[in-house]
């Protein structure tokens, strides 16, 4: 990748998130810290309005606006790739998000890429077995319980066929053992459980805040899955 791509590609990332690491942008461009620190400071010398926040790392200042990102043939065919791949590790909430997002990328491909991309699109197939295919619409529910810390309500219903309700704070979804699991904590059981996404029957949100004050890291709960990683 030459220095313009990447200069482009960080300012691209930077976009993306709130606050970005010097050895973040150094892990995806596969560049030194030093180089980061060059990198942004040519943006910074280009008019781009950055600034830095201690144990955080770089932001864009708010009010910067940058023009409509276009795709070139190869990160359009990418992205159709993946929709493939979502037919087995998504639910029907999750799909019906992509399929819009990827019909916004298509619309501002040139005429010749989206007549190259709908032959693409033709001619490649994935065979799924049936234990993949998740036919729930939660994900999309629960990603929002989990990025606003919402505690939520639901029904669940348990490998002996009973059905409960359960007020939880959910953590995070993994995916293992061929399906989706909520992580959170049980207000019933009063400790962390995992849950099952194609068990839940039903979900609540009433938009309010996590009662327990401080949570476990995802990855800590990862340890202990009866799964080796």
């Not at 099952?196 to 979900?203: A, F, G, P, Q, T």
Request: net charge positive; aromatic share 12%; with cysteine.
């Amino acid at each position: 990748m030459n220095r313009i791509d990447r200069l482009f590609g960080i300012l691209i990332l930077l976009q993306s998130k709130k606050h970005v690491s010097a050895e973040t942008i150094a892990d995806r461009f596969e560049i030194s810290v030093r180089t980061v620190y060059r990198d942004v400071k040519a943006l910074a010398e280009q008019g781009v309005p950055l600034s830095f926040e201690p144990n955080k790392g770089y932001y864009i200042v708010h009010g910067y606006f940058l023009p409509p990102v276009s795709f070139n043939t190869d990160e359009a065919g990418a992205l159709l790739m993946m929709e493939r791949f979502l037919e087995g590790f998504a639910d029907r909430s999750i799909k019906q998000h992509y399929h819009s997002a990827l019909d916004k990328v298509k619309n501002v491909l040139k005429s010749n890429q989206k007549e190259a991309l709908e032959n693409l699109n033709q001619n490649i197939k994935l065979q799924l077995p049936e234990r993949l295919k998740n036919d729930f619409e939660y994900l999309a529910q629960l990603q929002n319980a989990i990025s606003a810390k919402h505690c939520i309500v639901i029904g669940y219903k348990n490998n002996k066929e009973e059905v409960s309700k359960r007020e939880i704070e959910p953590i995070g979804l993994i995916f293992y053992a061929f399906g989706w699991h909520l992580i959170a904590w049980c207000h019933l059981r009063n400790e962390y459980r995992d849950f099952r996404v194609d068990r839940i029957k039903d979900i609540l949100n009433r938009c309010e805040p996590f009662k327990k004050e401080k949570h476990m890291p995802l990855e800590e709960y990862m340890k202990f899955l009866p799964v080796d990683y």
